[in-house]
């Protein structure tokens, strides 16, 4: 990464610049690709175990649990995500569904189940995923329909879940199911649900533009036991959005680790291509196109570690400036990764080119763990609670 003067940034100590160094040394080295084979299971298991080997996976946990630090550093999961996103957008992917997919079980389990899950999560041995969403509850996430009834000692479920990433490789899913304690958002509680568990099947998997493990889960009188829910029941809504508050300013910081390369990309295609006897570089509408670029991303850094600042120093919610990071750092990432490849011209859409791949990754960014137009809603409600 040309530019790491940000690091300087007074949201920052020496811990969190040591981790950028260390990681950026070690993703150059085990990461330093952006080609995949066809295999993106195999793919993404080793990229999990690799990670965990090394001990990156260690900030997706907290201390008490095999974690590097002693609880979840929001900094630490925007820099680490940055920086693999800047290298290999699957690196990326594999480090982040970690964190989410156990961020409910750090943020509500009890400490049994923090035991069960969270070491291995850390050391690459356990994949975690996040089931939230459905084919008819995306951004209006209270209204699921998959349901959790008593049964025994413990619950039955029942319904679809989809988008879900990781969906066929996980060891485990945390699951969201209304429970009916109450209408809407109230009624609704989270599982951690094991993969083998009976009764839980995945219905299909789905390619998309920038492949990763995906797919859409089926449960059929799926029994879990009570001991496998997380927090009280009815209090899953709030449990899932506290956990995205804590991922969506990593989404931004991913965004950034995708814009930060377009355009170190864009700038060495600059400087090497000649055309009209100067290099491209020489003409202003490159520079102008470089300099917007390079505001637009020290722009979405600050919102990003603003965010994630907030959140680690001065504690509670953070939702309001989490929801500007991913708006913005996701909406100019794509706009950066456009001009670059612009820069490249006809290069730059060949497949399997830096910069092709940063346009098919960026995409999802935009859409997933609340799409642009639910950030929007997330900021205007906070910001006219504030002003009222
Ligand atoms: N942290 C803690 N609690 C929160 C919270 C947060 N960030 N956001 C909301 N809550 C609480 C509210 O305070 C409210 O509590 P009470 O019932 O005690 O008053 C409860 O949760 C319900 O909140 P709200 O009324 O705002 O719920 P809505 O259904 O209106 O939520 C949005 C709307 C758009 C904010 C929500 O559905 C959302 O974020 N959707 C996008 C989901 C998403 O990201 N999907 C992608 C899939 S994940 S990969």
Redesign the pocket.
Known sequence: MSDTSYLDWPFFDEAHRGLAAGLRAWAGEHVGRLAHDADVDAQCRGLVARLGEAGWLGYCVPGAFGGRLPALDSRSLCLARETLAYHDGLADFAFAMQG?GSGAISIAGSPELQRRYLPRVARGEAIAA?A??EPDA??????MSTTARPDGDGYRLDGVKT?I?NGGIADFYTVFARTEEAP???GISAFVVDAATPGLEIAQRIDVIAPHPLATLRFANCRVRASQRLGAPGEG??V???T??IF?ASVAAAALGFARRALDEAIARARARTMFGQTLADFQLTQAAIAEMATAIDAAALLTYRAAWLRDAKGG?A?REAAMAKMVATEEAQKVIDRAVQVFGGIGVTSGHPVERLYREIRSLRI????TE?QK??IA?ETLKGAG
Request: charged share 25%; no cysteine.
């Open positions: 989410l996040f939230l969403s995306g951004s209006d996430v209270a209204a988008w990433s809407g958002a109230r809504f709030k899932a959005m506290r995205l508050d969506r919610r939702t997933y763990e609340g799409a639910v809603l997330v409600r």
